[in-house]
């Protein structure tokens, strides 16, 4: 799918705040992904590509998309709280430490035609709500995944199954996001240690080595913070097994410097009361196929 | 380390035979066995099916109910365990020396606390239940539900290992509030060290008791799970204490009187009893009744021929048994609870729990009703 959009025609959207749009990167396919480069200090900060943690995360779940009164604005979608706690995480890790290189690096990707389409509006919009966003990618179905790859993204986050599950399988670490409201004050992340010990053998080990990878990188930025008012809440569920299952989970995820700030041992208890008191943001390890 | 604790519990506590019981049955002695026919299963409570969902097994084959079908006792870390040492790192050094201690000491197991009895004598009753309903999910569930950091954990999960108990659940919520998971649990008892907790627990219509470290513990039985009960405001509302406390005994006296046929309101402790009682009949059932590895006390300062028959009464209606009520009438409680030897008695008020404490019962607090106004100072040796 050729996508359209030159830097010219995005300009000419903006009110008086004009987002400067450089290094567009043509995917094979032809779609195109677009770095950007904001007034705001923080976010121009250019992230030390080494370091970053490249967080994806689809337009569809960032936008309510379906609100069109006319109006160019619109509405906020399951993943902005999402994108407002990673922007906490961000801020309070160069408040520790200014010249921090360790971040959140976020990218903004369409998935689908219709979505790519709305390149414009959609860069307009997180101007509009001040949102923290590095990179645009507007991709088709056909080759959003590719461009996933190409941008070395760390976690790619959407709300739709199908869409996670095909990211996964081509090597990209996927996750779903939680579609009820969570907190905008606290990235809360849950890992499923049921999976943690007994890794799905269905994906590839690209795909693993990308989940340790990423684990690693949370790790580390947990460690940034001290135990009381952390931006950033590791939790661990099991779900099946007992005790020594839960147990196995802390000291492997430990092993990868991750260090759990909560754990819950379900044992067979449904999941589904649990998940909605401890509202995380995303599910990690989680069986995408069921 | 120090006290084994298969030491501490050693040695049978024979059946004695304490106050006048309510409906005069005769007590065999509980060590008589009937025989029942293990062929017929015919059982009287089946679990209600849910469409799609079986019951949950987990690795090794071992079985776990789902919460509403169990009775879920919910346990905070501090009462299962003792962990006075660590208190007072937390509190002298701050939470993240606490934490760094925990995970240092990770392979040294804590000592049983104020809970840990009655924990094994609930997985007593499990094994017996398990014997006569092999596929029944009407068991005791035993979570840990704890404000602790998942750093701990690794600690209490060697914990458990090293005591042999049986708990396979838990959250350790790392500071947040626990009272939504418990009813998450459906918990039907929630015992923990920390009043306000206990009070919110309360307030949410879970049954409910702060627990105390008490030196002095007297030995309870290994096989029969014994629990005692106050009856105003724990079992009852606190209706007539308020009458007691606002005009005196005298008017506290004509009130029940005038109001003998009138049923007492119910108490925060209510739904607990009647969870025992459904468990008691499934032992009767299986011609147990004799035998049976629970029992269940009233331990009121109410007297027999008077105000006593409102309460029975009340009791009778609710369709409870209760296994034995003693009514003091006034007197102090603590000798005739060191004669019971129950694994855990509730009162609201302090001064109860004190005198229990001090005669080596395990005595837990439920703080609701007009008692909270008017509780007693805290001995010190008995630490919140």
């Not at chain 1, 020594?244 to 909560?262: F, H, I, N, P, W």
């Not at chain 2, 029992?295 to 109410?302: I, N």
Request: with cysteine; aromatic share 8%; proline share 4%.
């Amino acid at each position: 799918m050729v996508s359209t959009i030159q830097n010219t025609d995005v300009k000419q959207g903006f009110g008086p705040e004009n987002m400067r749009l450089k290094k567009g990167i043509i995917g094979k396919d032809s779609s195109l992904c677009l770095l950007a480069e904001d007034a705001d200090p923080v976010s121009s900060l250019q992230k030390d590509a080494d370091r970053a943690v490249v967080v994806a995360v689809t337009s569809r779940a960032v936008f309510d998309c379906g609100a069109e009164d006319g109006d160019d604005v619109y509405g906020v979608g399951v993943a902005f709280p999402l994108l407002q706690a990673l922007q906490r995480v961000n801020e309070r890790l160069l408040e520790e430490n200014p010249a921090e290189s360790l971040l959140f690096d976020v990218v903004l990707i369409t998935t689908d035609s219709q979505q790519q389409q709305q390149s414009s509006r959609i860069i307009s919009n997180t101007r509009h709500y001040g949102l923290e966003i590095s990179r645009f990618c507007f991709s088709s179905e056909e080759d959003f995944i590719e461009s996933l790859l190409t941008n070395h993204v760390d976690l790619f986050l959407s709300t739709d199954r199908s869409e996670a599950a095909q990211a996964s399988h081509k090597g990209v670490f996927s996750a779903l996001l939680n579609r009820k409201v969570a907190s905008s004050e606290q990235l809360r992340v849950l890992f499923c240690g049921d999976a943690v010990i007994r890794p799905d053998t269905d994906s590839p080990s690209a795909s693993q080595d990308a989940a340790q990878s990423f684990s690693a990188q949370l790790g580390e930025m947990r460690q940034r913070f001290g135990l009381l008012h952390s931006p950033l809440s590791i939790v661990l569920v099991t779900s099946r097994g007992g005790r020594e299952s839960c147990g196995t989970a802390l000291r492997t995820l430990r092993s990868r410097g991750v260090s759990v700030d909560e754990a819950y041992c379900l044992a067979g208890a449904p999941r589904s009361p649990f998940l909605s008191l401890l509202r995380p943001h995303f599910l990690l390890n989680n069986d995408l196929e069921d | 380390m120090s006290l084994d604790p298969v030491q501490v519990m050693s040695g049978q506590v024979k059946e004695l035979k304490v106050g006048p019981s309510s409906n005069g049955d005769s007590r065999g002695s509980w060590e008589e066995k009937e025989e029942f026919d293990k062929d017929k299963l015919g059982l009287t409570t089946k679990p209600k099916p849910v469409t799609g969902r079986r019951s949950r097994k987990v690795e090794g084959g071992v079985f776990f109910p789902k919460p509403e079908n169990a009775v879920t006792v919910a346990v905070s870390s501090r009462v299962l365990f003792r962990t006075e040492r660590e208190q007072k790192v937390f509190e002298q050094e701050g939470v993240e020396e606490y934490l760094r201690y925990q995970i240092e000491h990770e392979n040294e197991p804590f000592t049983p606390g104020p809970a840990f009895p009655f924990v094994k004598a609930l997985e007593a009753v499990n094994c017996r239940l398990r014997e006569l309903y092999p596929q029944s999910e009407e068991l005791f569930d035993i979570v840990l539900v704890t404000y602790n950091h998942a750093h701990v954990g690794i600690r209490l999960i060697n914990t458990i290992n090293h005591h042999n108990l049986f708990i396979e659940r838990f959250c350790m919520t790392g500071g947040s509030s626990p009272i939504g998971y418990l009813k998450a649990w459906h918990t039907n008892l929630y015992l923990s060290a920390d009043a306000d907790k206990v009070r919110e627990a309360l307030s949410e219509g879970i049954a409910a008791a702060t627990m105390f470290m008490s030196e002095k513990v007297t030995e309870v039985s290994e096989s029969q799970l014994r629990v005692a009960f106050d009856g105003d405001a724990v079992l009852f509302s606190d209706e007539s204490e308020r009458i007691f406390k606002a005009h005196g005994l005298d008017k506290f006296f004509e009130h029940e009187r005038e109001n003998e046929d009138t049923l007492l309101d119910h108490g925060p402790l209510k739904g607990f009893l009647e969870a025992l009682g459904k468990l008691q009949k499934k032992f009767y059932a299986k011609g147990q009744r004799l035998d049976c590895p629970i029992r269940t006390y009233l331990v009121t300062a109410r007297s027999a021929a008077s105000s006593g028959i409102r309460a029975l009464k009340t009791l009778r209606a609710w369709g409870l048994e209760i296994d034995e009520a003693l009514f003091l009438a006034g007197a102090p409680k603590g000798p005739m609870l060191e004669k019971i030897r129950p694994h855990i008695y509730f009162d609201d008020q302090m001064f109860h729990i004190e005198g229990a404490a001090e005669m080596g019962t395990v005595a837990a607090h439920v703080p609701y009703g007009i008692a909270q106004k008017h509780n007693a100072k805290q001995n010190p040796t008995v630490r919140k």
